[in-house]
Structures are given as C-alpha cells and as structure tokens.
Nanobody, 116 residues
C-alpha cells in the first residue's frame, strides 16, 4: 500500500501564492505518476497537474502558466507551486499516486481558500 500526506494549504488573497507538498510512504517502488486533483464547492474532482516518473508533466487548462508541479524522488515528495491564485482555485486539493500495479492512492486532502 501507499500512504500520501499533503500539507501546505491555507487561506490566501487573490494574486498570492501557496506551495503544496505531498509525501509518499509505504510501497513507493510501485508508484508511477503522481499528481494533484482538486474539488471545489459543488464541483466534481478535476485534474490540476500530474508528473510522470521520468518528469513529464500535464496541467489542467485553468492552471496552465500559473501552477508548477515538481517531484523529488529522493524525498518521495511531489510539490505544487501555485502562483497568481484566483478565487476559483478554492477547493480541497488531493494528492494522487498512480501505481504500476494495484489501486491508485489518495491523500486526505488539504484545503485551499482564495479570497477576493
């Protein structure tokens, strides 16, 4: 199994920045891609960004140019740097680990609130 623990959420004004971290533990050798998803009030969970084992990245259209995902394999950690935050970025941000075999893992989520 893989356990994921997120941190770094909080309250920030529009235009501000936050950095989320997600530390993986357990069967980390089974992890392929890692990513961030979010769920805003009344919305479905959506992709924010994902990074592959070799470092390839993919972003949701609404965050391109503002958010950057990175990965430190030595620390089993994935980061999400969020700049120029907007009120519509508000939501619970979940870390995800896609595995070579087995079910994907999810963190418990961290709240991000952007005030206007």
């Amino acid at each position: 199994q893989v356990q994921l623990v997120e941190s770094g959420g909080g309250l920030v004004q529009a235009g501000g920045s936050l950095r989320l971290s997600c530390v993986a533990s357990g069967s980390i050798f089974s992890i392929n891609a890692m990513g961030w998803y979010r769920q805003g009030p009344g919305n479905q969970r959506e992709l924010v960004a994902v990074i592959g084992a070799a470092g390839s990245t993919k972003y949701g259209d609404s965050v391109k140019g503002r958010f950057t995902i990175s990965r430190d394999n030595a620390k089993n950690t994935v980061y999400l740097q969020m700049n120029n935050l907007k009120p519509e970025d508000t939501g619970v941000y979940y870390c995800n680990a896609d595995r070579y075999s087995g079910s994907p893992a999810w963190g418990q989520g961290t709240q991000v609130t952007v005030s206007s």
